[in-house]
């Protein structure tokens, strides 16, 4: 999976203001309705908040990759967003969230969104890809991130 051709530079946002995991949910949400990945931002919205409440999604070391698999999603997407501040999001090391990676995905039976979460989160437990993620300040620094790791 080529999640370097994905990046669309309407879901990619740096200093995102939010001061908590519902209000970052919600903005990234609108980024997605905005772009057009999804066509029902409150139910997109309810289902990532779904999935939230099974299991935080803050996988450690600054990073959440918060997702949902539904029906009002047209095509699988990925919003790449770093917070202007640090909020709490419940992860497992206890530690606030900077770059959230929220995943959308279309309940047709493909099951490209557990892909899409595998890459992402086998890539993000490597020190040198979550750095270069974290350090990012553009669109093409991403994308060299994403495709110097093959990602």
Partial sequence: MDLS?????????FDLDADTKEEAIIKIASLMYDSGKVVDKDAYTQGVFEREKEFSTGIGMHVAIPHCK???VKEAAFALVKLKNEIDWGSFDNK???LVIMLAAPDDGDNIHLTMLSTLAKNLMEDEFR???????SIEDIKKVLKEKGV
């Fill in 5 to 13: 051709k994905m990046v669309d530079q309407r879901l990619v946002q």
């Fill in 70 to 72: 539904s029906s009002v």
């Fill in 96 to 98: 606030p969230v900077k």
């Fill in 131 to 137: 750095a270069g993620l974290l350090q990012s300040e």
